[in-house]
């Protein structure tokens, strides 16, 4: 496979819909929605990546209150839910053969730069039709 860098297959961050570290779960659900999203990233104040955010995440943590009522949601912290294992990024500068692994059971791939700074993602779809051509 040729070596083919990441920037050339990104959606930069300012084409794609993400989280703010600073909303609530109900404002999060709220934006997945408003996009058709089952996950979204999440970035920090400063810009940093902080995680992805699925349905699921947010699932989960419904299921495991014990009395739930929608107002709740307003009053949890996105950021609560994150994890770090979920969708792990790539780095800018990487090639295409280290997005493959991570590509074929996600839709989409964070990147981030040297500082963890959130650039944008890969999708599935921009990989699957370059390794076409």
């Known amino acids: 496979m040729e070596k083919t860098n990441v920037l050339f297959l990104l959606t930069p961050k300012n084409q794609v819909a993400y989280l703010e570290e600073k909303m609530n779960v109900r404002q999060a659900l709220e934006k997945m929605r408003a996009h058709g999203y089952m996950a979204i990233p999440l970035v920090s104040k400063s810009g940093e990546y902080l995680g992805t955010i699925s349905e699921g995440d947010i ?40 997005l493959v692994d991570k590509i074929v059971n996600n839709n989409f791939v964070p990147v981030i730069d040297d500082r963890n700074v959130f650039m944008g993602i890969v999708t599935r779809k921009s990989v699957l039709q370059h390794i076409i051509k």
């Open 59 to 98: 699932l989960w943590r419904i299921i495991n209150e014990d009395e739930f009522d929608i107002e709740d949601l307003e009053e949890v912290n996105i950021r609560e839910l994150a994890r770090n294992d979920y969708r792990p990024p790539v780095k800018v500068d990487a090639d295409i053969s280290e």
